[in-house]
């Protein structure tokens, strides 16, 4: 149980087109869902929390109007990036947390990696 | 805030030989401690979690982990590695209240036959 599907798993785009990534928690409902943001070699950063029908709170230094986050339903969050440039290129991951999560509502998700040329 | 402090940046460890990965965590109460793995490209994988009781946790895998309080430490250990456990692993911390997590950097850890 607990599975987190992550889509697309690779994308590129041109510079000052937009993406959107979608999380889905497949078999329990996500109240809650975390957006992070992974360099290469380095550690996650969280970007935001989202929860279902409400606006994402976003952490410090993050763009809310770059990175748009959706969190519509109860299994789908999205995260759109926005007029992409390179220096948006990275990895980014997706953990969902449900009401009742054994996992204290880390699964995460498999993870996109994003190239803007 | 808080933080975690993974000390070893890249490890490499004999195939068969035992493995300890640091993690001190910087926490004003008991903390929610994990260990996760992550292989290239790919999302994270929880290999064990603490957050009361037995301060000696089992996880998947064969890992093992510590929760020392008075060191604010939760070292992962693994008697003998296995080729496949060359990964990427990171340490993470929770407050009990909210569910943000905070990273370490993460330790490399290679595995050479």
């Known amino acids: 149980g607990a599975v987190v599907s992550q889509h697309p798993s690779r994308v590129i785009c041109k510079s000052g087109t937009s993406v959107k990534i979608e999380c889905r928690s497949l078999d329990f409902q996500a109240t809650t869902m975390f957006w992070y943001r992974q360099f290469p070699k380095q550690s996650l950063m969280l970007m935001a929390t989202s929860n279902e029908g409400s606006k994402a709170t976003y952490e410090q230094g993050v763009e809310k109007d770059k990175f748009l986050i959706n969190h519509a339903s109860l299994t789908l969050s999205t995260l759109t990036v926005t007029s992409a440039h390179p220096e948006d290129s990275s990895f980014y991951i997706c953990?969902?947390?449900?009401?009742?999560?054994?996992?204290?509502?880390?699964?995460f998700g498999s993870g996109t990696r994003l190239t803007v040329v | 805030a808080q933080s975690v402090t993974q000390p070893d940046i890249h490890i490499t460890v004999s195939e068969g030989a035992s493995l300890e990965l640091r993690c001190n965590y910087s926490?004003?109460?008991?903390?929610?401690l994990f260990w996760y793995v992550q292989s290239p490209g790919q999302g994270l994988q929880l290999l064990l979690k603490?957050?009361?009781?037995?301060?000696l946790v089992q996880g998947i895998k064969g890992f093992e982990a510590e929760f020392k309080r008075s060191q604010s430490s939760f070292n992962l250990r693994k008697p003998s590695v296995h080729w496949s456990d060359a990964a990427e692993y990171f340490c993470?911390?929770?407050?009990?209240?909210?569910?943000?997590?905070?990273f370490g950097a993460g330790t490399t850890v290679t595995v050479r036959a």
């Open positions: 993470a911390v929770g407050p009990s209240n909210d569910y943000k997590l905070s």
């Open positions: 953990s969902a947390r449900g009401q009742v999560d054994p996992n204290y509502g880390y699964t």
């Open positions: 603490y957050f009361s009781g037995d301060t």
């Open positions: 926490y004003g109460a008991t903390p929610y």
